[in-house]
């Protein structure tokens, strides 16, 4: 199995702060990673798709970097509403595995 | 737009077995894509459980051995999920969800189910 590692685990910001949240893969996934986000008693929602590319209606503050076994996910200046807990995914092989998440506070 | 919605009973007997059916509106069961069950334990992370493409073809998470399978009811545009001898483990939010190439734009809203007698 590839593992999906995520790092922090949580992280406490500010509004207007600029995020950074890591993936790294056990092994290769080439590009086939996504980037989700989960609020409280939702589903998740995908942000970033195929490692780079931002999902239709997304705001753009959000963008995705990275191939093979690292990646990261960019907030540019963090929003109230983006508090929440982000989840990378990889589907390159079986079984499909997410990282532990990264909770996003205040 | 492809809008998904999990339903079945939110409590399941230990050693019971747990259905649950995703009701499919806005596309086809039998397009090319892979219908996807995916569960959350309270407060925990996200597991993916298995996938069924319209073709009857599947894949299974080994953690999960043989306990679960994934069916498709290609008549009422739905999917379903079995999950056999069940234990307080499988306690969680279960979501079902769809993959393209580009990965899963699309879920349920979840539907909690909760293992006790």
């Known amino acids: 199995d590839i593992q999906m590692t995520q790092s922090p685990s949580s992280l406490s910001a500010s509004v207007g702060d600029r995020v950074i949240i890591t993936c790294r893969a056990s092994?290769?996934?080439?590009?086939?990673l996504g980037w989700y986000q989960q609020k409280p008693g939702k589903a998740p929602k995908r942000l970033i798709y195929?490692?780079?590319s931002l999902q239709s209606g997304v705001p753009s503050r959000f963008s995705g970097s990275g191939s093979g076994t690292e990646f990261t996910l960019t907030i540019s200046s963090l929003q109230p509403e983006d508090f929440a807990t982000y989840y990378c995914?990889?589907?390159?092989?079986?079984?499909?595995?997410f990282g532990g998440g990264t909770k996003v506070e205040i | 737009q492809v809008q998904l919605q999990e339903s079945g009973p939110g409590l399941v007997e230990p050693s019971g077995t747990l259905s649950l059916t995703c009701t499919v509106s806005?596309?086809?069961?039998?397009?090319?894509?892979?219908w996807t069950w995916v569960r959350q334990p309270p407060g925990k992370g996200l597991e993916w459980m298995g996938e069924?493409?319209?073709?009857?073809?599947?894949n299974y998470n080994p953690s999960l051995k043989s306990r679960v399978s994934i069916l498709l009811d290609k008549s009422n545009n739905q999917f379903s999920l079995k999950l056999t001898s069940v234990t307080a483990a499988d306690t969680a939010v279960y979501y079902c969800?769809?993959?393209?190439?580009?990965?899963?734009?699309?879920w349920g809203q979840g539907t909690l189910v909760t293992v006790s007698s």
């Open positions: 995914l990889h589907h390159t092989s079986y079984p499909l595995t």
């Open positions: 195929l490692a780079s």
């Open positions: 069924m493409h319209q073709s009857e073809t599947s």
């Open positions: 969800t769809n993959r393209y190439s580009s990965g899963y734009p699309y």
């Open positions: 806005g596309g086809s069961i039998s397009s090319n894509t892979w």
């Open positions: 092994q290769g996934v080439t590009n086939d």
